[in-house]
């Protein structure tokens, strides 16, 4: 798959349902066949357990050079501990994730519902998360006070891009934010989350947004999250074939 190297889509997860199955290599593992198509995956199985450098590192070898995983913040950092007191947890779960190298993408924080936005706080928060990491890093708030202007400069101050979801707890949570560097939009599906399957009118939205974005200079994701019904996987594969017809690259 020939793709820019400034888009990347893919799913929560490289589960294949069979209804896709075909639509896959044959041989390998799931990660393997789904990494031929694919050039990226969301790993939401950190948000709840970690896992050896050892499995990372497998994982890591079993995709191509040009593969990216994102990977979601443990959520005893940021649902737990509610990112206070986390060094000890995060420093952890950073030597976790180094096992996939040069094939780690955004981390991801998605914070609860009910924490707000305290300045002074979460400034100092995020600047240290920032000084510990150097590759790209976003976030997907769901309180209404994270999307104030304070914030969308703190996060473009720190490159840290704001979460563009569907549906959107906040009006302004389906649009990216923070730093437009990266844009990262995730689908959780629409009306039933987690199950509903985007259709075509809806794909080609998607792909009219990373398009603009990616001429704006932005480098994109777009992950599927709708993934209980199997859903995920045909609109990414759908989503995929529309940004190569709209760039003019070849699959």
């Not at 799931?30 to 990226?40: D, I």
């Not at 549906?167 to 844009?183: D, H, T």
Request: net charge neutral; proline share 6%; with cysteine.
């Amino acid at each position: 798959m020939n793709t820019s190297p400034s888009i990347y889509i893919g799913t929560a997860g490289w589960s294949i349902p069979s209804t896709a199955s075909a639509d896959f290599p044959a041989e390998g593992s799931n990660l393997e066949r789904y990494g031929r198509v694919f050039q990226a995956v969301e790993i939401n199985s950190s948000f709840h357990r970690s896992h050896k450098v050892s499995t990372y590192q497998r994982w890591a070898a079993a995709v191509p050079d040009a593969f990216r995983f994102s990977v979601k913040v443990p959520k005893t950092i940021t649902h737990v501990q509610r990112l206070r007191e986390v060094d000890f947890l995060f420093d952890g779960f950073l030597g976790e994730i180094a096992g996939l190298g040069s094939k780690l993408g955004p981390l991801l924080f998605q914070l609860p519902p009910s924490l707000t936005f305290d300045a002074k706080a979460h400034t100092q928060i995020f600047s240290d998360i920032r000084a510990r990491v150097l590759g790209p890093i976003v976030c997907e708030p769901r309180h209404a006070s994270w999307f104030m202007p304070e914030v969308t400069d703190l996060f473009d101050f720190l490159s840290i891009g704001r979460v563009a979801a569907d549906p959107a707890r906040v009006p302004r949570g389906i649009f990216p934010g923070g730093w437009l560097g990266l844009k990262y939009w995730r689908m959780h599906g629409t009306p039933r989350m987690y199950y509903s399957a985007y259709n075509s009118q809806d794909i080609q939205a998607i792909v009219a947004d990373i398009a603009s974005g990616v001429t704006a200079g932005s480098e994109c994701w777009c992950i599927f999250d709708n993934t209980a019904s199997g859903a995920a996987t045909a609109n990414a594969l759908e989503a995929k074939t529309a940004v190569l017809a709209s760039a003019g690259y070849n699959s």
